[in-house]
């Protein structure tokens, strides 16, 4: 799926906010920094996924009881 398609129903959204900014005006230090916001942004959305996913078996398992 292209990013384009992806972030256009979208556009002020933040992730396609970043993704359009120039970066090549940045020092080492200031991507680096970018790099560990996003890192700890993924990390944020991945613990978020695992407990969406088991809040969903959970539910998927007591539902089955039931029948």
Known sequence: ???DE?????PE???AIVLKQDIDRLSVDELQDRIDALKTEIARCEAKIAAATSHRSAADA???KGL
């Open 1 to 3: 799926m292209d990013l």
């Open 6 to 10: 992806l972030f256009a129903k979208r």
């Open 13 to 15: 959204d933040p992730v």
């Open 62 to 64: 007591l539902f089955r």
